[in-house]
């Protein structure tokens, strides 16, 4: 019986130590970093956690590769929508590769990086369109937001397929996370607008009960987040303003 | 006593020795099957063959992965809350349909190789017939193969390794993705003659592969392999790999519609078919027997079969029963179709499917006599895909009243009961009638495993008695191909080749069959928006739906993720009693309301890298040879 105890006992410990010994510690260090376009960030769409736990969900991505070891499987790293992105890494070396599928020219030449404690990085990418000055206006009378922006050429050959305004109630803004959003046109290099309603009475619809609820909502907060949207021709997703904030006052 | 122990030993010895005859050590082992006795006895072949179609996979089924029924546009999840992720997919996973099973193309492989080496007892037929079988089998997998991730390294033979340290003999590279659809091609043309599995007087089986599954099976995949040669070339950038891994030359279209209408065409024209109207008098029910009635029913060609004496049994009725009607204490009502495919069934004059709940003016709702009056003159399709409010299932009325809606003088108030089966009548309502506020079958807003969509599924659910407990369960089978199919498939190869009379025919005796009148299409009416339509409405719940999206090449436009696109949304109608007294033409009456269904979260989103899906990163790790799929 003595001898019982005794075991349980010697188990427990082994057990205990076991909690220490083979562990490995957390990853230490941090990437930061942007992606880039002659020293401008790149606005994207907001990246989602889905509900398994938040493998891919759509948003643009990076990905790391860390050769050498058994597992050799993609880190993803998802891009902010203000084109920053960060991962907690261990020290070592790794590869950086840009992922088809985003508004960008595909180059999937990877960048090596020696990751040493914490560092930043800036990403460069050659976007299809770039969208310049954007501005909204609130026009009070007729509860509608106008947009106005430039979108540039920068790939030759690529034509928009569209651009969308998306008005949003946070400042997380696209046109899959929005209240409502519109798309329109625009020419490359001159400037177009688009006039989004937002007034709960424009969408009678039964199908629309939500968005005539959120938007009263909205119209009540009286400020809304805005963003420019401009997509390529045969490419997923678009690429986005920077957001802005607007009233949206009647006095 | 002496010579009786010589004696003993001495027969002790003998027996010994008589032991010890030639092939002591070479005896036939009782408890293992040896290879020679396997394949020399056609009922073990066919018990491997029943295994391998066993393993044949679906993304929707009635066993298994049927949840995956609600993941789409026609249905969402009103069964249990934990499962509502199923109405919150911010967007379809790049894996999600991702398949690689080279497993069963293994153990095909092997199957065929040893059938000929060592079947000697069988005859030339039964080798032929099941050698046929199996590369039937191993071509469907290859079918699943191409249609998910796109070309895939052909592998026909078994792969053997040699312990020299160099996998790399056993390293393939994908082919390309017209390879695949020719090699499925060839495979039917080679062995079709083979496959017997017809009756005496003629009846082709359903459940095994003959002749016309394999026909079955050229007509869908040729099909598809035309679409996605013709659809993907007209997007703005089309899919593709340099290597051809994916994406097929717009060139190659006409003859792969050509070769999949022939094929569609001697299915037809054979006569060992006919589209089941074995329920002349109620269309409804006629379109619910042609899928689900197994007995005389020779609509079905190719079918997973299930069988209550074998104990082969599923609980797909079980878990999608209407809650008023079920048999067992839990589960029901998982899968309830949306209001978007419910309003996708034309009315029979063949205007618009769109339910008339409002006055064309907005300013008052329609008052109905009966909840089920909304959907007089509709396409029996309907019916018979979905248990509809007023309608009933198995001889009992599914009762789905949302609430009532009282005139207070100026306008509506809505009111919903917090219990099902809930009457409108005191102490919680003082001024209440005692007439029912809330059906037994629900719609509601937040209870679970009662329709959320105001619709519940009939499609595929039993509707014999008891077949929705747990203690007898279901065996309603599922169809892989039904003629149906196969009209549509013809349909729409005509269509594309321009031959649009028989396109119309074709499409005319299926809806003709839902109650249209006779050709109701014709040749200067049919459009590729008609007959996609006709898919949706005639497939629903069969497999084909994100299937068809895909080659069509729409799927990123029909589920693009934003909130303001109808599509993407799924949609509900519920049922509100009218109170109204001293207004007889209102009072008593039935209005519908048209909302998003309260537990739907997100919008459908499918991406371009959802086309093909992702390649598992273990699988480029083991054969660096493998290319991965667009955007991935």
């Known amino acids: 019986m003595k001898l019982n105890i005794f075991l349980s006992l010697s188990l427990a410990l082994l057990l205990l130590a076991s909690c220490t010994k083979d562990n490995y510690d957390p990853p230490g260090s941090t990437l930061t970093g942007r992606v880039v376009y002659q020293g401008q960030p790149i606005g994207v769409r907001t990246p989602a956690v889905n509900n398994t736990g938040g493998s891919t969900t759509g948003g643009v991505q990076l990905e790391l590769w860390q050769r050498g070891y058994q597992l050799f499987t993609k880190i993803p790293v998802y891009i902010n929508q203000d084109g920053t992105f960060s991962a907690s890494l261990f020290d070592g070396d790794y590869k950086l590769v840009r992922l088809g599928g985003a508004p960008w020219q595909n180059n999937t030449d990877s960048i090596d990086i020696q990751v040493r404690g914490s560092m930043s990085i800036d990403v460069p990418v050659v976007p299809y369109f770039t969208v310049n000055t954007p501005s909204f206006t609130f026009n009070k009378t007729d509860t509608t937001i106008t947009g106005t922006f430039t979108a540039t050429q920068v790939v030759a050959g690529r034509t928009v397929e569209s651009a969308s305004i998306s008005v949003g109630s946070t400042q997380f803004v696209d046109i899959i996370n929005c209240v409502v959003s519109r798309n329109g046109s625009a020419a490359p290099g001159t400037p177009a607008s688009i006039t989004i309603s937002v007034n709960p009475a424009r969408y009678p619809a039964a199908s629309q009960d939500l968005i005539r609820k959120k938007l009263a909502e909205l119209l009540q907060k009286q400020y809304s987040y805005l963003r420019i949207g401009v997509k390529t021709n045969g490419v997923g997703e678009s690429i986005y303003s920077s957001v802005q904030k607007i009233d949206l006052k009647f006095q | ?632």
């Open chain 2, 1 to 632: 006593m002496k010579t009786l122990y010589k004696f003993l030993i001495a027969g002790c010895l003998l027996t010994t020795i008589a032991g010890c005859k030639k092939n002591w050590l070479e005896r036939t082992p009782q408890t293992i099957i040896l290879e020679d006795q396997v394949w020399n006895d056609p009922k073990q072949i066919l018990g491997l063959l029943a295994n391998y179609y066993d393993r044949l996979p679906t993304d929707m089924g009635v066993d298994g992965n049927w949840r995956n029924m609600a993941d789409y546009d026609d249905a969402m999840w009103s069964g249990y809350t934990g499962e509502d992720g199923r109405n919150n997919i911010i967007s379809y996973a790049y894996s999600r349909w991702a398949y690689w099973d080279y497993t069963l193309i293994r153990d095909i492989n092997l199957a065929l190789e040893s059938i000929e080496k060592y079947s000697v007892k069988l005859t030339d037929v039964q080798k032929k017939q099941f050698s046929g079988e199996l590369r039937f089998i191993r071509a469907y997998v290859y079918f699943e193969l191409v249609k998910r991730m796109g070309g895939v390294p052909l592998v026909t033979k078994q792969l053997i390794y040699d312990f020299s340290g160099d996998p790399s003999s056993l390293q393939q590279p994908r082919v390309k993705e017209s390879d695949i659809y020719d090699f499925i091609s060839s495979e039917m043309d080679a062995i079709r003659e083979d496959l017997k599995n017809v009756d005496d007087k003629g009846t082709p089986s359903n459940s095994r592969a003959n002749k016309f599954t394999a026909l079955a099976l050229k007509s869908r995949a040729l099909l598809y392999a035309a679409s996605i040669a013709k659809y993907n070339n007209l997007m703005a950038s089309p899919i593709s790999l340099p290597g051809g891994e994916v994406g097929i030359p717009a060139s190659k279209a006409t003859e792969y519609y050509t070769k999949s209408l022939e094929a569609s065409k001697e299915i037809i024209t054979s006569g060992a078919f006919a589209l089941y109207k074995g329920n002349p008098a109620n269309l409804g029910e006629n379109f619910y027997e042609a899928v689900v009635r197994k007995s005389s029913n020779k609509e079905a060609i190719f079918v997973r079969d299930f069988l209550s004496a074998k104990n082969k049994r599923h609980a797909f009725s079980y878990d999608n029963i209407p809650l008023g009607i079920r048999e067992d204490n839990l589960s029901s009502s998982c899968i309830t179709p949306s209001l978007n495919l419910v309003e996708s069934y034309e009315y029979l004059d063949g205007s618009n499917g769109a339910l008339k709940t409002n006055l064309p003016d907005n300013s008052d709702f329609i008052y109905y006599n009966s909840p089920e009056d909304i959907f007089a003159n509709k396409d029996a399709r309907l019916y018979g895909t979905v248990i509809l409010p007023g309608t009933s299932f198995k001889g009992r009325s599914v009762q789905i009243q949302a609430g009532v809606m009282k005139w207070n003088g100026t306008a509506y108030q809505t009111i919903e009961g917090s219990q099902l089966g809930a009457t409108y009548s005191p102490p919680a309502f003082p001024d209440g009638d005692g007439k029912l506020l809330t059906g037994s079958s629900g719609p509601h807003r937040s209870i679970q495993e009662v329709t959320n969509s105001g619709f519940y599924l009939r499609k595929f659910v039993d509707a014999g008695a008891g077949t929705s407990t747990r203690g007898i369960l279901s065996d309603t089978w599922w169809v892989w191909f039904r003629l149906g199919e196969i009209y549509l498939n013809a349909a729409e190869a005509a269509f594309e080749l321009d031959q649009k009379v028989d396109a119309a025919t074709w499409i005319s005796a299926l809806r003709e069959r839902a109650g249209f009148a006779p050709n109701s299409v014709t040749s200067a009416t049919i459009t590729m928006d008609r007959i996609r339509n006709e898919r949706r409405v005639e497939l629903a719940f069969e497999d084909h739906r994100v299937w068809d999206l895909k080659r069509w090449r729409i799927a990123d436009q029909v589920w693009n993720g934003q909130p303001n696109n109808p599509n993407a949304t799924v949609y509900a109608l519920y049922p509100y009693r009218i109170i109204r007294p001293g207004d007889a033409a209102r009072d008593g009456k039935y209005v519908f309301v048209k909302l998003t269904a309260p537990r739907f979260r997100a919008p459908r989103f499918f991406q371009l890298g959802n086309y093909y899906s992702a390649i598992d990163q273990g699988i480029i790790n083991n054969n660096p040879k493998i290319v991965r799929n667009p955007f991935h």
